[in-house]
């Protein structure tokens, strides 16, 4: 499972090219942002909406591949 540390340091193609080689799912990719939005949200205040049920429906209907 990659840690927050792994994830912090790739930008989005960095972690969508996790997800095409089978290294992490966009599931596990969705736990770690969801995670650590919980954790520092209560500090910031800077989440106004939480759109993770669509994140996750998204998911699982299929995310769209590269071209």
Do not use: C
């Not at 770690?32 to 520092?40: F, K, L």
């Amino acid at each position: 499972m990659l840690t927050f540390d792994e994830y912090q340091r790739r930008d989005a193609v960095g972690l969508a090219e996790l997800v095409a080689h089978g290294q992490v799912t966009a599931s596990e990719l969705l736990g770690i942002a969801i995670a650590r939005s919980e954790a520092v949200d209560p500090k910031i205040n800077a989440s106004s909406q939480r759109h993770w049920d669509e994140a996750r429906h998204a998911i699982e209907t299929g995310l769209p591949t590269a071209r």
